[in-house]
Structure formats: C-alpha cells, structure tokens
C-alpha cells in the first residue's frame, strides 16, 4: 500500500507520526542529551547543576559500590540468562514432539511469567524463608540441610537467579513458534539422506532458529541488565551488597542520595553498555547465525 | 536414532524400529514435561494455598498444602483495613493502565499508519530510529524525564505513569505497522474515490480491521503498565497515590519473618487477577504477540 507521493501526502504523513516525533523529542532525545550533560556536574536540584569536567566518572572509577554493582549484575547475567535460554529451548522441543496436552503444558510453562515483577517476588522471599518457607522443605525430603537463602550473602544471588527460571515462559513460546517455523520437507529431506534426529537438529533445525536464538540472547542480556524489581522488593540489595544490582544503584544515587549527577554519569555507562552488546553479538552472530534467503 | 536405524528403510517411514523409538521419546518428552509444569505452577498454588490460611496456619512446618479451613476473610481484610488502602491502589492502578492502553493503541496506531502508508524522503530513516528505540534502556533516561516532570508539578500524581503512553510505543509501532502493510491498496483507492480524507481512511477504513492487532497491543501495554514497579517508586510518595506494585513492596515493610504472610499473598493474588481474567479471555492474541515482537 505504500506509494511516492507529493507534498500534500508528505504533510499527511508527518501530522500521523507526529505523536511519535513529538514524544522521541521531548522524552527521549532530550533525556539522553540531558543526562549527557548532568553526567558532568553535580547536581542536587536545589542547586544549579555545577560543571565538573570529568569527575563523576573519574569518582566512579575508585567506588568500590559501583564496582560491586557491575559484577553482581554481570553474574547474574552470565549465569541466568544462558540457563534460562537453554531451558526454554529444550521444553520448546519437548512441546514440539507432539506429546498429548501440548496446549496445557505450554499455557502452564507460560502461565507464571505473566504475573508481576513484584507478587512474584513476594511469592519467592516467602517460599525461600528459611524458617516455614516451602522450599527449604523440599530440598529437606532431600536430605540437605535448611539454607537462609536471602539471608545469606553466599546464596541470596543464587536464590534469584533460581527464581528467575519461573519467568523463562515467553522465552518457551518464542523457540516454539521458531521450531514449527522449520520447514517440515527439511527435515524429510535430511531424514531420506539418513541424518539422524541429533544430526538433522544439529545441522537443520538449530541453524534455522538461529536468528530467534541470537533476538533472545540480546534481549535476555539487555533485560538483565536491567534487573531492579527484586532488589528493591525482596533484599534492598542486601545482604552485604551481594544484590546490589546496577539499576538499583543508579536509583538509590539518584532518588535516595539525590547525586543526579552522578547518577546520570552510571546511566549513561548503562545505555552504551547496552549498545556495546548489542553490537558486539549481532558482529559474532554473522559467523554463526543463518539467515534464510542471505548467502 | 543412529543412522544404521533409518539406512535402508527409507521407502517406509514408520518402521516398527521407529515408531518404537518415537513413542519411547514422546513418553520421556511426557514425563519431563509433567515435572517441570509441576515445578512451574506449584508456587502458584502455594500462593493461593497461604492467602487462605490464618496466621496460625503460617507457622506450621512442615508447610500445609491446604488450610483447614480457607479464610476467605484475608481477602476482606485487605479492603477493610484502612492503613494499606489496598482498594484505592487497586483503583489507581486500573487508572494508569486502562488510560495507558487508550493512549498507546491510539497513538501508536497512528504512527504506525503513517510509516505504512506513506513513503517520504525520511521515512525510512525515521522508521529506522522508531525501531532503535526498541532496546533503549528506560533507566538511562529516566533521571531527566523525573526532573521533567517534576518541574512541571506531577510529581506524586499518576500523570507522568499515563502520559508517556500518549506518543507511541515503539514495539506497538512497530507490530501494528507490520499489520497495516498487509492491507490491500485497493482498499484506499476505492476510499479515496469516494471522497475520503486521509484521516478517514484511517478512522474509518483501516482500524475497523485491525481489531486483532490492536487487541495484541492492548494486553501488553495493559500488562506492562500494571505490573511496573520501576516508574511507579521514582513518582508516587504517598500511600493513597500508590498503584498495586509499589503498594505490594511497601506492604513487606516488615522484613521477612514478621510480615502477614497470608494477606501479602492474597494481596499478590488479587493484582493477579486481571492478568488472569485478560489470559483467559485472549490467549491467541498473547502468543501472537509474544512470538511477533518478542516481548516478553
């Protein structure tokens, strides 16, 4: 339906985008120069910003908490994310291997990634309390002793990270819809050459969904590096920092200690990280990725 | 299944070798799955198992899978006590995120018709940064768009939740313009004979068929406004004000042991409810919009 078009359709075109344009100016274009500019000042809002050149990351660079927040984020990152990856994909070929109750089992696995951030939290700190909490319970049938999961600095992020597999449901229904997108007379046509079912998902199946693979690493990373609903609920970054994740750090130097500042200065770090990956994956995936049509 | 298995026997698909090894590997896919639902929902019933307990109930261990009796009082309890004002939160939060379907399916619909409609020296490019935003990390600019809105007085009021919502999103952009490029041109031609406005065609013409796509856009701009934590807690300060999110997390105050563990949960399940009811009514429309723009 789209068509070259003169002045009139022109005008047409911008008064139907204009919310948009109206909205990337004012709420994002300007906040990401603005925060540029706040990133090179101290500012409290009750003063005038005050130019400090370089110093809020040169500060940044000896703060042991921002240090911390980074590598407690990176962990995170590093371990949720390709587990949760790897789970949802192999319950998505589980699904795929038209077993009876398919819908139920797939609106089931997605089912508690719809609830919010925060009662899932609730849920959790409740179900990991070491005293009458239920988890704790069943590793007990186990033999293993009680862990204070949320209290301890040895486990509290792992305790996330485990809670973390129960939103992994949209994930699931995205390799789902990859795998039934693979191409059934593929398949056929690697089985009649005699590859078995390992080798046609090795050298089929997995180089189609490869570009479903690539969108969910990224968007996984992106998303955990992100992470605040369960510092601020469940363990305001305790115990020890050992949660202190890099959002919830920009938030407590901004809104509780009002360094907007300084805060700006991290947020900034945050929004080039991003584009940084998101870059550096879509460069590695060219090795590894397939796209159809391409080549 | 080892080469050897299906050397020879391509001329019969299903050999018994084959169909034994299929059904073995359904039943093992079976089994796994049972497990792993198991573990996926059993936290769920947990939650409702302890929104029906009383307070004595909680400290039994091992933990009851069902309470003597439930106490459907616990959810009463939450309206009638005044201090966590649960029923006005629950208000506000149906305020910020009714408005925020209105104002995305809106506007969004608009721009979106505009990129699939019209192609202009810069639309491409403008398309272009509409889908750079997608990735854009809401806390890198959030500090300044605080600052904003403060200095313009609507700090600790739902405004600065609703009114974002009124520019686009991007990811509703985004999979409505994938929608209307689908049209047939036809359709305008035979629009534009008759007399209409371009507006017209949009309002009359285009989203009268769009029902689908603007009801994917619906349920997630629904869903991502009510269960946001983050926005909420930089805006809202006083406990009449607050929306569930914010209003749950302050309801923990007292941290872990002493906190009434039953109300919370009924609490939790109550903000689940409408997500539920959405579920239930739509589940098309959810998976379609999951697999299309990823959104988790």
């Given at each position: 339906?789209?068509?070259?078009?003169?002045?009139?359709?022109?005008?047409?075109?911008?008064?139907?985008i204009?919310?948009?344009?109206?909205?990337?100016?004012?709420?994002?274009?300007?906040?990401?120069?603005?925060?540029?500019?706040?990133?090179?000042?101290?500012?409290?809002?009750?003063?005038?910003?005050?130019?400090?050149?370089?110093?809020?990351?040169?500060e940044?660079?000896?703060?042991?908490?921002?240090?911390?927040?980074?590598?407690v984020?990176?962990?995170?990152?590093?371990?949720?994310?390709?587990?949760?990856?790897?789970?949802?994909?192999?319950?998505?070929?589980?699904?795929?291997?038209?077993?009876?109750?398919?819908?139920?089992?797939?609106?089931?696995?997605?089912f508690?990634?719809?609830?919010?951030?925060?009662?899932?939290?609730?849920?959790?700190?409740?179900?990991?309390?070491?005293?009458?909490?239920?988890?704790?319970?069943?590793?007990?049938?186990?033999?293993?002793?009680?862990?204070?999961?949320?209290?301890?600095?040895?486990?509290?992020?792992?305790?996330?990270?485990?809670?973390?597999?129960?939103?992994?449901?949209?994930?699931?229904?995205?390799?789902?819809?990859?795998?039934?997108?693979?191409p059934?007379?593929?398949?056929?046509?690697?089985?009649?050459?005699?590859?078995?079912?390992?080798?046609?998902?090795?050298?089929?199946?997995?180089?189609?969904?490869?570009?479903?693979?690539?969108?969910?690493?990224?968007?996984?990373?992106?998303?955990?590096?992100?992470?605040?609903?369960?510092?601020?609920?469940?363990?305001?970054?305790?115990?020890?920092?050992?949660?202190?994740?890099?959002?919830?750090?920009?938030?407590?130097?901004a809104?509780?200690?009002?360094?907007y500042?300084?805060?700006?200065?991290?947020?900034?770090?945050?929004?080039?990280?991003?584009?940084?990956?998101?870059?550096?994956?879509l460069?590695?995936?060219?090795?590894?990725?397939?796209?159809?049509?391409?080549? | 299944?080892?080469?050897?298995?299906?050397?020879?026997?391509?001329?019969?698909?299903?050999?018994?070798?084959?169909?034994?090894?299929?059904?073995?590997?359904?039943?093992?896919?079976?089994?796994?799955?049972?497990?792993?639902?198991?573990?996926?929902?059993?936290?769920?019933?947990?939650?409702?198992?302890?929104?029906?307990?009383?307070?004595?109930?909680?400290?039994?261990?091992?933990?009851?899978?069902?309470?003597?009796?439930?106490?459907?009082?616990?959810?009463?309890?939450?309206?009638?006590?005044?201090?966590?004002?649960?029923?006005?939160?629950?208000?506000?939060?149906?305020?910020v995120?009714?408005?925020?379907?209105?104002?995305?399916?809106?506007?969004?619909?608009?721009?979106?018709?505009?990129?699939?409609?019209y192609?202009?020296?810069?639309?491409?490019?403008?398309?272009?940064?509409?889908?750079?935003?997608?990735?854009?990390?809401?806390?890198?600019?959030?500090?300044?768009?605080?600052?904003?809105?403060?200095?313009?007085?609507?700090?600790?009021?739902?405004?600065?939740?609703?009114?974002?919502?009124?520019?686009?999103?991007?990811?509703?952009?985004?999979?409505?313009?994938?929608?209307?490029?689908?049209?047939?041109?036809?359709?305008?031609?035979?629009g534009?004979?008759?007399?209409?406005?371009?507006?017209?065609?949009?309002?009359?013409?285009?989203?009268?068929?769009?029902?689908?796509?603007?009801?994917?856009?619906?349920?997630?701009?629904?869903?991502?406004?009510?269960?946001?934590?983050?926005?909420?807690?930089?805006?809202?300060?006083?406990?009449?004000?607050?929306?569930?999110?914010?209003g749950?997390?302050?309801?923990?105050?007292?941290?872990?042991?002493?906190?009434p563990?039953?109300?919370?949960?009924?609490?939790?399940?109550?903000?689940a409810?409408?997500?539920?009811?959405?579920?239930?009514?739509?589940?098309?429309?959810?998976?379609?919009?999951?697999?299309?723009?990823?959104?988790?």
């Amino acid at each position: 339906m789209k068509r070259t078009i003169g002045a009139s359709q022109s005008r047409a075109f911008y008064a139907f985008i204009s919310p948009w344009l109206i909205g990337f100016a004012v709420l994002t274009l300007l906040p990401i120069l603005a925060s540029l500019y706040y990133s090179f000042t101290d500012y409290d809002v009750i003063h005038a910003p005050a130019w400090v050149g370089l110093g809020n990351f040169r500060e940044l660079f000896h703060d042991e908490q921002f240090w911390n927040s980074i590598s407690v984020t990176l962990k995170y990152t590093f371990i949720s994310v390709p587990l949760t990856l790897l789970l949802s994909l192999l319950l998505a070929i589980l699904i795929n291997q038209k077993v009876p109750f398919q819908g139920f089992f797939r609106t089931a696995i997605y089912f508690p990634s719809m609830i919010s951030g925060v009662a899932m939290s609730l849920l959790f700190t409740w179900i990991f309390n070491p005293q009458a909490g239920p988890f704790n319970y069943v590793l007990s049938l186990f033999g293993m002793d009680p862990i204070p999961w949320l209290l301890d600095e040895r486990f509290a992020l792992w305790a996330l990270i485990v809670m973390s597999f129960w939103g992994m449901g949209a994930g699931m229904l995205i390799f789902l819809a990859g795998l039934q997108g693979v191409p059934a007379s593929l398949l056929e046509a690697a089985r009649l050459d005699g590859a078995g079912r390992l080798r046609s998902f090795w050298h089929v199946t997995l180089p189609m969904i490869s570009p479903v693979f690539l969108f969910q690493l990224i968007v996984g990373i992106i998303d955990s590096f992100q992470v605040f609903t369960q510092a601020y609920t469940i363990t305001q970054g305790g115990p020890n920092y050992t949660t202190w994740f890099y959002v919830y750090n920009i938030y407590i130097s901004a809104f509780k200690n009002f360094r907007y500042g300084y805060a700006s200065a991290m947020a900034w770090l945050l929004l080039a990280a991003v584009l940084l990956i998101t870059w550096f994956i879509l460069k590695a995936s060219n090795r590894f990725v397939y796209y159809e049509g391409s080549r | 299944m080892s080469p050897s298995a299906t050397a020879g026997l391509q001329a019969q698909p299903a050999s018994r070798a084959g169909r034994r090894e299929q059904l073995w590997s359904k039943a093992v896919s079976l089994i796994l799955l049972l497990l792993v639902t198991a573990a996926m929902l059993s936290p769920l019933a947990f939650m409702v198992s302890t929104s029906l307990k009383t307070s004595k109930e909680l400290l039994i261990y091992p933990p009851q899978l069902l309470p003597d009796a439930p106490a459907w009082g616990n959810y009463a309890e939450l309206f009638r006590n005044g201090e966590i004002k649960f029923g006005q939160q629950y208000m506000n939060s149906l305020i910020v995120a009714v408005s925020a379907v209105v104002g995305t399916v809106l506007s969004s619909a608009l721009v979106a018709f505009g990129f699939a409609r019209y192609r202009t020296k810069a639309s491409g490019f403008l398309f272009l940064l509409v889908l750079s935003t997608m990735m854009l990390p809401y806390p890198a600019i959030m500090i300044p768009q605080f600052l904003l809105f403060t200095k313009l007085g609507l700090h600790d009021s739902l405004l600065p939740l609703i009114l974002p919502n009124f520019f686009g999103s991007a990811y509703m952009i985004f999979l409505l313009k994938q929608f209307f490029s689908t049209m047939p041109s036809e359709l305008y031609e035979a629009g534009r004979i008759d007399g209409c406005s371009e507006f017209r065609l949009f309002w009359n013409l285009t989203l009268p068929l769009a029902g689908p796509a603007m009801a994917t856009v619906a349920i997630f701009t629904f869903i991502g406004s009510w269960n946001d934590l983050l926005t909420p807690v930089l805006y809202l300060d006083s406990q009449e004000n607050f929306t569930l999110p914010i209003g749950l997390a302050s309801m923990m105050s007292s941290k872990f042991r002493l906190a009434p563990w039953n109300l919370l949960m009924a609490a939790s399940m109550l903000t689940a409810v409408p997500i539920i009811l959405l579920f239930a009514v739509a589940q098309r429309r959810f998976v379609e919009g999951i697999v299309l723009t990823g959104i988790k």
